[in-house]
């Protein structure tokens, strides 16, 4: 089997694993308990919350443990709105569905949302940003990089117009971060969604970073944890593998990135010399380097998916299914181009070899041919 599908998930780093398991079983008390074994346990979790905030060059209190982007994502938006009224938000059509389907749920209560167009590459158009705003715009939501094409937008440019008009920027940094250095203060950042199982930490934890004067709405209701906003015994397990696997990606940036973009490159071009009207999507100068969304004209995806599942090659489709039917993306959509084509995604990183690229590649050019001439 090759696992190509790194964005939809990573594996737990083996060391990860290990630093782990003893606090399953051995080092299990509960943190917020005040015997010996609890303030061992506390002292995990806050020298976890120290290097995490280091890494993002934030405050060790503006870190706020969650159970993965997708609470992150929730909290943050549902969590602003509510706190302070927002009447307006603006954010683009090509987030995830935890950001849109958040948006979609304020604007059954009466908040308008703006959901900004992109170019063909998956850039915002920063003109657009400026335009939309207006005197009742309360929050500004633009993901760093995109889980479908890759392409990473101008964050400290976003992040600058958010402060010229004093609105607060949350970005939903899931597939970014680990992949790629974010300093939250220089990006101007009010709030920021990370998750553990993209850079090979565990799942089921992630981050809310939440700049100091912030204020949201609780996202639960219960004890004291997480400064009385998200209550509920932390997970020390999980917070040790997530901070064990954010420092580890984190200090491995460049040199993974190398080996992953090498890889990438084997992919892409194995594929554009051996097969006429295909199209790499995404921006080739702003994207992450593991992620190669392909359109191959004259084919469905599913079809190709299927095929590429049966050689042993795991990839995902840049559409959703629905009742049977090939549902082009709404990010596809929204880059407009090419979309009469089957999409996938092609996920890689560090780990993947030369040889499995190459197989990659090989597969995927014999798959769309036969598909092609049935
Ligand atoms: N945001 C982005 C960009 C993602 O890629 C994902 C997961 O695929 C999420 C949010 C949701 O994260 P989680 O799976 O941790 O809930």
Redesign the pocket.
């Known amino acids: 089997m090759i696992y190509a599908d790194y964005?939809?998930?990573t594996p737990v780093d083996d060391e990860v694993l290990a630093l782990m398991l003893p606090f399953f079983s051995q080092s299990f008390a509960n943190a917020s308990s005040v015997h010996t074994k609890g303030r061992d346990a506390s002292s995990y979790v806050e020298n976890a919350r120290k290097i995490i905030s280091d890494i993002f060059n934030c405050n060790k209190n503006e870190i706020y443990f969650t159970?993965?982007?997708?609470?992150?994502?929730n909290w943050a938006i549902k969590g602003y709105v509510e706190e302070n009224d927002v009447k307006h938000v603006i954010t683009s059509q090509i987030?995830?569905?935890?950001?849109l389907n958040t948006c979609l749920e304020l604007e059954k209560k009466g908040v308008r949302v703006t959901y900004l167009p992109v170019d063909e590459t998956g850039l915002v158009d920063l003109n657009r940003l400026e335009e939309s705003i207006c005197k009742d715009t309360g929050l500004i939501s633009i993901?760093t990089?995109?889980?479908e094409i890759g392409t990473v937008q101008d964050i400290n440019k976003i992040g600058e117009i958010a402060k010229k008009f004093n609105i607060p920027f949350h970005t939903?940094a899931?597939?970014a971060a680990g992949n790629m250095n974010i300093d939250v203060k220089k990006s101007n950042i009010s709030m920021m969604?990370v998750?553990?199982?993209?850079f090979f930490g565990p799942?089921?934890i992630?981050v809310l970073y939440v700049k100091n004067g912030i204020k949201i709405k609780n996202m639960l209701y219960g004890g004291a944890q997480e400064k009385d906003k998200r209550p509920g015994t932390v997970n020390t397990p999980l917070v040790v593998g997530m901070v064990a696997a954010l420092k580890k990606a984190s200090d491995n940036i460049f040199r993974n990135n190398e080996i992953t973009r090498e890889r990438a490159e084997i992919i892409k071009t194995y594929v554009l010399n051996n097969l006429d009207n295909v199209y790499v999507n995404g921006n080739a100068d702003h994207k992450l380097s593991g992620t190669i969304s392909m359109t191959f004209k004259g084919i469905q995806a599913e079809g190709l998916l299927v095929l590429l599942d049966m050689k042993g090659i795991c990839v995902s489709a840049g559409a959703a299914c629905s009742a049977g039917a090939v549902k082009t993306s709404h990010v596809i959509q929204a880059i407009n181009k090419h979309n009469e084509g089957g999409t996938i995604r092609i996920s890689i990183c560090h780990l993947t070899t030369v040889e499995e690229a190459e197989q990659i590649a090989e597969n995927i050019v014999e798959a769309v041919r036969s598909l092609r001439n049935n």
Not at 67 to 73: A, F, L, R, V, Y
């Open positions: 964005a939809a998930t159970s993965g982007g997708t609470e992150s994502d987030e995830h569905h935890a950001v993901m990089a995109n889980n939903d899931v597939q969604s998750s553990a199982h993209k799942k089921g992630g």
